[in-house]
């Protein structure tokens, strides 16, 4: 059993910054890539951000040089610092990561319950 859990969300004004955080739990053998999507209602799940477990990154256009993605490979949790926040930033927002369970051949996609971020005035 593994379990992801979000945590940092909340209401910020345009212009204002949030990190939020994302720790993995259970019988974690190793943890691969890890990422933060984001999904508005009625949309579809997008990827923000992206982190492999060697530190390469990936950012969507719109977050490029706002959103920084980094993880602590001790904790076995990733975040998102997230600056310059606009209100089309306003989403659910899910942590990712292809995690490879104790006693199992290969990686398997989990994910967390989503943490909401607002962005308005």
């Known amino acids: 059993q593994v379990l992801l859990v979000e945590s940092g969300g909340g209401l910020v004004q345009p212009g204002g910054s949030l990190r939020l955080s994302c720790a993995a739990s259970g019988s974690i053998f190793r943890i691969n890539a890890m990422g933060w999507y984001r999904q508005a209602p009625g949309k579809q799940r997008e990827l923000v951000a992206s982190?492999?477990?060697?530190?390469?990154?990936n950012y969507a256009d719109s977050v490029k040089g706002r959103f920084t993605i980094s993880r602590d490979n001790a904790k076995n949790t990733v975040y998102l610092r997230m600056n310059s926040l606009k209100p089309e930033d306003t989403d659910v927002y899910y942590c990712?990561?292809?995690?490879?369970?104790?006693?199992?051949?290969?990686?398997?996609?989990?994910w967390g319950k989503g943490t909401l971020v607002t962005v308005s005035s």
């Open positions: 990712n990561a292809d995690i490879t369970v104790t006693g199992t051949p290969h990686g398997m996609d989990y």
């Open positions: 982190i492999t477990s060697g530190g390469s990154t």
